[in-house]
């Protein structure tokens, strides 16, 4: 196993994978799930692929749905620098913690900024997104890691994102209050030693970056049916009206 380590070692160079968190804590340094999400930036970073965090609350981030919300009556939006760090990102991790068993608002800001980008193409007129891998890391002391994933891979896979097998992995805890990951109970940091958050926070971490490598290998996805600036000019790729007589 090490000496097949080894040879994986770099194989994703020039990769570039960008995590978001949408904590609720103000203050990143005490954020439960960046713990989690540095500990699959880590893989990343071991094996060629640069990594970057985001702590979306360090920034001024409003909701809507446009592209810049100053030219919808706030006085300041991080959005649009934040973008070109979405946008040079082959790979997009979006940390959230539980409450009451949904995403954090945080969360659904960022959804709503990404949505506001929907209508940008890229220069085969298929959606920007069409190339990049998604997935989520979710932490809480409550019940909901699946049902948030759903929400977020939706809304990622809607927006053009491809989504490998098992891309979610997150920490809960026994069912109830209890510590959040990374607390000290008895001495250690609660989740750092489960199994079953460790096997699939690290199984959805090589899954994105083994798809976003096919998918740089492969020039992304041929445009062939999904090429919206044809689409427009009338091309109608084999879709046909159908008959209203029938």
Request: charged fraction near 20%; hydrophobic fraction near 35%; charge should be negative.
């Amino acid at each position: 196993m090490a000496e097949n380590e080894q040879e994986k070692t770099g194989q994703f160079d020039g990769l570039h994978a960008l995590y978001i968190n949408t904590s609720l804590k103000k203050d990143a340094g005490k954020s439960h799930t960046r713990l989690l999400m540095s500990a699959s930036a880590e893989i990343m970073a071991k094996n060629g692929v640069s990594v970057e965090q985001v702590h979306l609350l360090d920034h001024q981030v409003p909701p809507g749905i446009y592209p810049d919300m100053t030219e919808y009556g706030w006085d300041r939006d991080d959005w649009p620098k934040l973008w070109d760090k979405v946008l040079a990102a082959q790979i997009l991790v979006i940390g959230t913690p539980i409450w009451l068993g949904e995403e954090s608002s945080v969360c659904r800001v960022l959804i709503e900024r990404l949505y506001g980008m929907s209508g940008e193409l890229n220069d085969k007129g298929q959606s920007i997104y069409y190339g990049k891998v998604g997935g989520c890391i979710i932490t809480g002391n409550e019940d909901g890691i699946k049902h948030c994933a759903m929400t977020i891979h939706y809304a990622l896979g809607h927006l053009g994102y491809t989504i490998p097998p098992q891309a979610d992995c997150g920490w809960i805890g026994e069912a109830g209050p209890g510590p959040s990951y990374g607390d000290e109970v008895d001495g250690a940091p609660a989740g750092f030693d489960n199994d079953f958050t460790r096997r699939n926070t690290t199984i959805m971490t090589w899954n994105l970056m083994h798809l976003a490598k096919m998918l740089r290998q492969a020039g992304g996805y041929p445009n062939e049916g999904n090429d919206r600036n044809a689409f427009e000019a009338g091309c109608r790729f084999d879709y046909e009206i159908p008959d209203s007589r029938v």
